[in-house]
Structures are given as structure tokens and as C-alpha cells.
């Protein structure tokens, strides 16, 4: 298969983390709206944050910014709904 174009790869790096980004925002405002988040696994929520570490870690050291950025701004979403999971999570989860 013949290399594809820089441009080309960033563009597909960019949507992914678009993508990526936008499917957290739904479960920040249901929690925000409801002031509840009983349902959302705290252990999930923590491993997924130690990945997002580890994924800008990588862009950033790799040189991909698009990596590196959309993984920075998703871990920052999912913080932000580790945060609320412990503000308002009731019991375990």
C-alpha cells in the first residue's frame, strides 16, 4: 500500500479525536442536568484517565499533535467526569 499523505493522516488524527471529544460531552451535561452520578463506574473512570495520560504522553513524545491534543482535551473531559462521579455519585458504582 502506497504511504498516504501527511495531510491525509492528520486529517483522519483530527476527526477521531473530534469525535473522541464530543462523545464525552453528552455524559457531562446528563450528570450537570441531574445532579446524579450514581450509575458511572468509578474504577472505569480512573482507568480511563491513567489511558488518556498515557495516549498524550505518547502524541507528545511520538511528535502527532493531533494525538497528543484531542488526547489532552479528552483527558480533561474525563476528569471532569471523574470529579462529578465523586461529587455526585451516591453510592459505589
Do not use: D, H
Amino acid at each position: 500500500m502506497p504511504e498516504a499523505p501527511l495531510w491525509l493522516i492528520n486529517m483522519f488524527g483530527v476527526a477521531a479525536g473530534l469525535c473522541s471529544m464530543a462523545s464525552f460531552v453528552p455524559q457531562i451535561m446528563k450528570i450537570l442536568r441531574e445532579k446524579s452520578a450514581e450509575g458511572l463506574s468509578l474504577r472505569m473512570y480512573a482507568v480511563t484517565t491513567v489511558g488518556f495520560i498515557c495516549w498524550t504522553a505518547y502524541g507528545a513524545l511520538s511528535g502527532s499533535w493531533p494525538v497528543t491534543l484531542a488526547n489532552a482535551v479528552c483527558l480533561c473531559l474525563v476528569v471532569t467526569i471523574l470529579a462529578l462521579r465523586l461529587r455526585f455519585g451516591g453510592g459505589k458504582a
